[in-house]
């Protein structure tokens, strides 16, 4: 039985800080991550191995995402939206583990995500720009334009957060709702269709926050 | 429903440590092997194009090099046949030379083997000449006397018929290089007396010396021509 998303669940406390359960599973995630890269990369060859090139295919597909939304070398928006769409999806996906819950089914998950995509933005804009040329870009088209600039720039990664968050969760509630009113098998259907909604949601994650990125770096 | 500030601080520090562990374990290592395979194909490429120019440059110099070996093959068979050509011309006149030598050598043989005969010939119609001579004229009387003489005892010599009929032909003469004085023939002719003749008288100087006697029925030559005709008509039959 799964538990109310809505409702955060403490795995154990260190001291005064408590540990829930998203953390939990998010450092699951983490280690496999780590561990499956570690693995997979430690013996790279000039002639790779079948699970080399589905490495490498993924890394240029990413490379040219990158390269077809922000012009210049790929290399630097990589890491990032590589482990959002790599983090988002194995999350996603660790609702197939029997008894976990994926941790961007909670919302402090999917806000640290898009506030982290939201400093980035921020980051870059200004690297890429300089502090005014990026100051500057709120007011364009014209300086009416600033306070709904300053309102978009928040709403639109708040949007990323909830967007996720309403996604997972509702999956989650669903497929929590109908095997408690079912069968053992009944919402197996909706688990594939929560893979594929976790998938999707994982994409269109990766790819706003490389447009929001992206137009921060380019406000032209 | 709340809000965790401490998960989402948690969550915050999850994923940056992420961000380092994929970037450090999966993004650059892949990166890198990319590129550095990039990098392996751009030099095996540049090699190949490098290899491919040297390649054509070699099939260039290699073409230069057979075309010049062509031309040189060309010219040295143009001057092998021009040397052929000149020696045979060069034998051809030596040849022409020798033979010309030759003949002119056999022609000089042959001259002087012509010499040599005409000189041996001349030199046995000398000595014929000489033998004739000296037999004719042993055996030539001194004067026309002796060869009255002569006559008379060829005419004792022939058969009684054959006389007969001599001295009984018509227009009995005797001829002679030189004709006597009329004064001395019938003197000159006395030991023909006994033979009843009363000849007549000729001249020819052909017969150089010596007296015949003829008439229309025969004739007895008793002359230095007729000795040295017999003479040689029997040295001819000696000689062959």
Partial sequence: MIDNPMVLTS??????????????????????????????????????????AVLELVVSTLDSEISATIPGDPARFRTLIGTLLLFILCANWSSL??????PTAHLETDAALALIVFVAGVGWGIRAQGLGGWLAAFARPNWVMIPLNLVEQVTRHFSLMIRLFGNVMSGVFVVGVVLGLAGLLV?????????????????????LALVFIGSAVDAE | MNFDWATLALQLVNILILLAILKHFLFRPVAAIIARRQTETDAALKAAETARTEAEAATRKAEAEEQATATAR?????????????????????????????????????????????????????????????????AQPHDLAG????????????????????????????TTPVLPPEAERDSLIAPLA????APLWAEDATL???????????????????????????LGHERN
């Fill in chain 1, 97 to 102: 583990i029997p008894g976990v819950e994926p």
């Fill in chain 2, 74 to 138: 060309a010219r040295v068979l143009a001057e092998a046949q021009t040397e052929a050509e000149a020696a045979r011309q060069a034998l051809i006149d030596a040849a022409r030379t020798e033979a010309a030598k030759i003949v002119a050598a056999g022609e000089a043989a042959r001259q002087a083997d012509d010499a040599r005969a005409s000189a041996q010939a001349l030199e046995r119609a000398r000595d014929l000449a000489g033998t004739i001579a000296a037999r004719a004229l042993a």
């Fill in chain 1, 11 to 52: 795995a154990f406390s260190l001291g005064p800080l408590t540990v829930s359960w998203p953390v939990v599973t998010t450092w699951g995630v983490m280690a496999v991550l780590g561990v499956g890269s570690w693995l997979a990369t430690r013996r790279l060859s000039l002639r790779p191995s079948r699970a080399q």
């Fill in chain 1, 187 to 207: 919402p197996i259907p909706l688990m594939a269709l929560d893979m594929l909604t976790g998938a999707i949601q994982a994409y269109i994650f990766a790819t």
């Fill in chain 2, 194 to 197: 006994r033979f009843g003749i």
């Fill in chain 2, 147 to 174: 060869y009255v003489e002569r006559l008379a005892k060829a005419l004792d010599a022939l058969p009684e018929a054959e006389r007969a009929a001599l001295l009984e032909g018509d227009t009995l003469r005797l």
């Fill in chain 2, 208 to 234: 150089i010396a010596g007296l015949d006697l003829t008439s229309s029925s025969g004739a007895v030559r008793n002359s230095l021509a007729h000795d040295l005709d017999l003479i040689a008509r029997a």
